[in-house]
C-alpha cells in the first residue's frame, strides 16, 4: 500500500496563478483534511472531507477549494495564489471515528511545498 | 488561547536521557489524543494514540493523559539520536484534531 501520496512535491508560484494540489489514499479511509504548516504556527486544518462528496471549512479556509468527487482522491485549489500562501501542504487520511475501537488516527502524506512569489 | 498548547523547545538532551514532552488542551470535548513525530522535510507519522484517559506504552514510549488537569504527556526512555525531530501533540473529537506547534527534539550522542 501506498498510504497518502500527495502530487505535487514540490511548486512555484507567481501571485494570482492558480493551481490543484492533489491527495490519493489507497486504505479506503472515509476521512480526508488538508493541513498547512508554517514554521512557529504548528498545523492548521483548512478543509476536511467525511466522506465522497462532501467537504467543511477548517480554521483557515480562506482562498482554498476543495473537492471530493472519488472517495480516494481530496483536491485542494487555490484560485488566485498570494504570497501567504507559501506553505507546506498536507493531507492526511483516517477511518471512521468510534469512540476508540478502530485506531482514530490520521495518516499524513509527505507534503508539498509551495511557494507564491 | 489555543485548544492545545506545546512548548516549542527547542530540547537539547544527551543520548540515553529520559524525554519528558508536555502539552495541556482546554476543549473539554477532546476524547481522542495522539503525539506525532516529523523528521525534518517529512510529513508527521503517528507514533501514540490514547482514546480518553489513562498510559499506553510502546517500547521506549509511554503516553499519558490526564483529562482531569487537560495534560498530555510523552515520556521517552534511553533516548537515541535517531529520536531527534519534532514531537506533535494533538487532541481530537468529531474526526477532527488540533495540533499543538510542536517541541523541537534534538538527542545528541
Known amino acids: 500500500n501506498a498510504g497518502v501520496t500527495q502530487t505535487p512535491k514540490f511548486r512555484v508560484l507567481k501571485t494570482g496563478q492558480s493551481m490543484t494540489l492533489l491527495c490519493a489514499q489507497d486504505m479506503n479511509h472515509e476521512y480526508m483534511y488538508w493541513y498547512r504548516q508554517d514554521p512557529g504556527m504548528g498545523l492548521r486544518l483548512i478543509h476536511y472531507?467525511?466522506?465522497?462528496?462532501?467537504?467543511a471549512k477548517g480554521e483557515v479556509p480562506d482562498g482554498y477549494n476543495v473537492s471530493r468527487l472519488k472517495k480516494q482522491n481530496f483536491l485542494l485549489g487555490l484560485e488566485s495564489a498570494a504570497p501567504s500562501q507559501t506553505s507546506v501542504y498536507f493531507c492526511a487520511s483516517s477511518p471512521v471515528w468510534d469512540r476508540g475501537s478502530s485506531g482514530e488516527t490520521q495518516y499524513f502524506g509527505p507534503g508539498t511545498r509551495l511557494l507564491v512569489l | 488561547q489555543k485548544e492545545v498548547e506545546q512548548d516549542p523547545g527547542p530540547l537539547s538532551v544527551p543520548e540515553g536521557a529520559i524525554v519528558s514532552l508536555n502539552c495541556t488542551y482546554s476543549n473539554s470535548a477532546f476524547q481522542y489524543f495522539m503525539w506525532y513525530r516529523q523528521y525534518s522535510r517529512k510529513g508527521p507519522e503517528l507514533l501514540m494514540y490514547?482514546?480518553?484517559?489513562g498510559n499506553k506504552e510502546d517500547g521506549r514510549f509511554t503516553a499519558q493523559v490526564d483529562k482531569s488537569s487537560k495534560y498530555i504527556s510523552l515520556f521517552i526512555r534511553d533516548s537515541q539520536p535517531s529520536d531527534s525531530a519534532t514531537y506533535l501533540c494533538?487532541?481530537?473529537?468529531?474526526?477532527?484534531?488540533?495540533f499543538g506547534k510542536g517541541t523541537l527534539l534534538t538527542v545528541n550522542p
Open positions: 494533538g487532541g481530537g473529537s468529531n474526526y477532527k484534531l488540533t
Open positions: 490514547t482514546y480518553s484517559s
Open positions: 472531507s467525511v466522506g465522497e462528496g462532501t467537504t
